[in-house]
């Protein structure tokens, strides 16, 4: 479960955590910044990774690479897989503009590809404007993962939500469940695509069940260490009051609503623990640390979500990195003792 590294921090000395990535289209990107920065740290051994969607893409990559060529290589592997993003992306009539860039700075609002591909998944279903079922996607993580590999990764443990339709419940797959249909059912907006069947069962984006799922790593690691990769802005200062905006406010409500859920679950432990009413052991005591950039992500119109572009992906994998950092100054020696972020405060 070791990140190797090369500047003196060996495998006894390493700090255990295990890692929660939402999910958020592009804005994924900014995960992928918090990953390559604590995997350049080099003072983690990552035990857990829950996620949904973009995140569950960014934990695949992570894995395969942790496997082949330790935290170096999972760095390469994530600047490689975004960079296959953008690649194909560029076949894409869904641009940014000049105008875009010029005044709108990284949403598509001023391009007519997005509008007309906007106002066509408010009137069409996937079924009716896509029968085929294509997805890019799919051919790229194919050809980037060795999901043979990696169902038996034992560097890390992966936890992948996705949303059964027909149930309502949450699906979390783990590592020896995982294929390119599962990572595709975890992305699966039903506004977009067609559900995605896995073992005759039909799944649709787990942000509406788990984004992501936090009690994998409480069943299923040591660490009692959680660091949560926000990407879905909880807090908005502005009413949204045209329906673009709306929509995108009732998204983000959605998928935040699990993980809220399930913070005040974990809060509820803590008090009875705390109170000394159960001992811990009895019950597990979580320490929760997040890392977020919502004053960034607030400022970003819900179309940049489907923006391929390179500088708007490394903007946001800056960001990531700039963010990580100044969580790890503040932050790095409360690790495997004490809680980060205050839930009550924050998300009660």
């Known amino acids: 479960m070791a990140m190797e590294k ?15 990535l939402q999910g958020g289209g592009a804005h994924g990107a900014f995960t992928w910044g918090v990953l390559d920065r604590l995997l350049e740290d080099g003072r983690f051994a990552i035990d857990g990774i ?3 969607s973009a995140g569950a893409m960014n934990a695949a990559i992570v894995a395969q690479g942790l496997m082949l060529d330790g935290a170096d290589g999972a760095r390469r592997s994530l600047e490689h897989f975004w960079r296959r993003i953008s690649h194909i992306a560029t076949a894409s009539p869904i641009r940014s503009t000049w105008f875009d860039r010029m005044f709108g700075g990284f949403s598509l609002d001023f391009s007519p590809a997005y509008q007309t591909f906007d106002f066509m998944t408010r009137v069409l279903s996937p079924y009716q404007s896509n029968p085929a079922n294509l997805n890019p996607l799919r051919e790229l993580l194919l050809d980037t993962i060795d999901f043979g590999r990696l169902r038996d990764c034992t ?3 992966l936890f992948i939500a996705a949303t059964n339709v027909r149930s309502g419940k949450v699906k979390v797959f783990e590592t020896g469940d995982l294929s390119a249909d599962v990572l595709l059912a975890s992305a699966c907006l ?8 896995v073992e005759g069962q039909h799944y649709w984006d787990g942000g509406y069940m788990g984004n992501p799922a936090i009690f994998p790593l409480i069943y299923n690691c040591q660490s009692a260490d959680v660091v949560i990769v926000h990407i879905n802005p909880i807090e908005r ?3 949204p009051t045209n329906a673009r905006d709306i929509l995108n406010r009732i998204n983000e409500i959605s998928f935040n609503s699990s993980l809220m859920r399930e913070l005040r679950a974990i809060q509820f432990v803590t008090d009875l623990i705390d109170d ?10 979580m320490l929760i640390h997040s890392i977020e950039a919502e004053d960034v992500m607030c400022g970003l119109g819900v179309s940049s979500k489907l923006n391929p572009d390179w500088d708007f992906l490394t903007y946001l994998r800056d960001i990531g990195r700039e963010r990580t950092e100044a969580w790890l100054n503040a932050n790095y020696d409360s690790i495997g003792g004490q809680s980060t972020v205050d ?6």
Do not use: C, M, W
Not at 190 to 197: D, H, R, W
Not at 343 to 348: E, G, T
């Open 155 to 157: 560097v890390t443990k």
């Open 343 to 348: 839930i009550r405060a924050r998300f009660l």
């Open 50 to 52: 829950s996620a949904t």
């Open 237 to 239: 200062e502005d009413l």
């Open 276 to 285: 000394g009413h159960v001992k811990n052991g009895h019950l597990k005591k």
């Open 6 to 20: 090369k500047n003196g921090h060996s495998a006894n000395n390493l700090k255990h955590i295990n890692l929660a």
């Open 190 to 197: 039903p506004f977009l695509f067609q559900a995605v069947e």
